[in-house]
């Protein structure tokens, strides 16, 4: 492996150190060329800009591979649960019984929301959009903790075992509270109970009639959220770091992180794959007519819950989930039309030359949706669920942008291509 890298501009040649990661993937560090040269690289979306240093998650698109802190995405989705992986990608190692059990309580100490929060409920209008409430009310955990949420990188760090369980729990109460709001249903306490049955209970309990945990729907919704847990630099994850670099809160960076998933390029992609599924089966289409107009090549016409910035392979994420789909609704005796036109879709795409000279697979939330369906959870939800499976990522790498002495601001440059250097006309000799 070479030590360096030589970029020439004209006849200047400029060294600059090579960067190789565990798993040999390989950088050229290029912090000084813009002060060597005046040159900066150019790559919007930074799909070829390696922003940070990390060591929470590997992820290699060309192989379909996913590990957290080290260990396979098909192991932790066989062998562990949502709240084991959520203490793992945050602390960087499995828990002991002991930590398991102390991460735990933390969890259930901190569910409830406080009253006087609660009453924020009151001024969304009932068809407020469910992320834009998540997003509000996660930023306003900050001034409800003001404690945890000093924006100082010290202090805040100080209390982070409280802050980061806070944020988890929260989250999800606050993902059911917004789910009762939508639908003019009482508000429930959270009850000591393992994470995935308060979130049902705290969705689905009536007054006088509490909801029974069913052991099929438990596991499905853990395995979702574990699913959906941490994936290396996407964008609401990158914004988190980039807002948490201003020297922010963990809550203030989550909510700006539940704001980037909030769009359908990303988090919202899995909601707009029901509705695409949906019009399908109402159109009585078996998918070949979508699958011709998605081949147009417009943005609008995508086939959603396909293709990947990263996967160039497959989303191992994606088969694991579809494997899941079709066990969860048998364990549930449920049937789903939907799922036989997922399939179908499936089959037909990865046949046809344009996805396949694409490289255009399932990607993670193109069967999540058929799980949310079968647990009853409704499509404006989605990426609620989708929000509370990716806060430990999220909080881990708040933690890393927080916990770096090094650390500096993120502060990405740009080629400017408006208008050059004019004068000032004053509006009365504007004509
Ligand atoms: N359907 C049809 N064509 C597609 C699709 C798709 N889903 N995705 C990409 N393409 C085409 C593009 O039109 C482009 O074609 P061209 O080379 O002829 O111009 C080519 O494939 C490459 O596409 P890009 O836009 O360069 O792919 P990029 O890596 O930028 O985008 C993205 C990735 C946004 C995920 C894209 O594949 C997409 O829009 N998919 C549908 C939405 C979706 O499922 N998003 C969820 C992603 S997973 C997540 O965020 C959790």
Known sequence: MPKNALIKIDDKEISCPVMVGTEGE??????????DTGYIFYDQGYGNTGSCESAITFLDGDNGILRHRGYSIDQLAG?????????????????????????????????????????????YPKDTPPMVMLASLVAS??????????????????????SAAMAISKIRTLGAMIYRHTRG??????????????????MFSEPYHDYVSIPEVTSALNLILLMHADHEQNCSSATVRMVGSSGVNLFTSLAAGIGA??????????????????????????????????????KSHRLMGFGHAVYRNFDPRAKVIGEAC?????????????????????????????FVSRKL????????????????????????????GRSPGWIANWREVASNPKGRIYRPRQIYVGPARRDYVPIAQRG
């Not at 249903?185 to 705290?202: E, I, S, Y």
């Open 79 to 123: 062998q562990s649960e949502f709240v084991e992986t959520a203490y793992l990608i945050i602390y960087g190692e499995l828990p002991t019984m002991k930590q398991r059990k102390a991460f735990g309580d933390l969890l259930r100490q901190n569910a409830h929301v406080e009253t006087q929060m609660q009453r924020l409920f009151d001024g």
């Open 261 to 298: 998933l909030s769009g359908p390029l990303h988090g919202g992609a899995n909601a707009a794959v029901m509705h695409m599924l949906q019009s399908i089966h109402d159109e009585h289409d078996d998918g070949t007519r979508f699958i011709s107009a998605a081949k147009d090549g417009s």
């Open 141 to 162: 955990l900050a001034g409800y903790y003001p404690d945890l949420a000093t924006n100082n990188f010290e202090k805040d760090l100080g209390q982070f075992d409280l």
């Open 26 to 35: 390989k950088a050229i560090d290029a912090r000084n060329l813009r002060k």
């Open 361 to 388: 697979y399932p990607n993670v939330d193109f069967y999540s949706g058929i799980i949310f369906r079968a647990l009853g959870i409704p499509i404006n939800m989605f990426t609620v669920m989708f929000a509370l």
């Open 185 to 202: 249903l009482p508000f429930l306490h959270p009850k000591d109970l393992p994470f995935c049955d308060n979130f049902l209970h705290l």
């Open 326 to 354: 079709g066990v969860v609704l048998k364990k549930l005796g449920k049937s789903d039309p939907l799922l036989d036109i997922a399939h179908n879709l499936e089959q037909a795409a990865l046949k046809d030359d344009y």
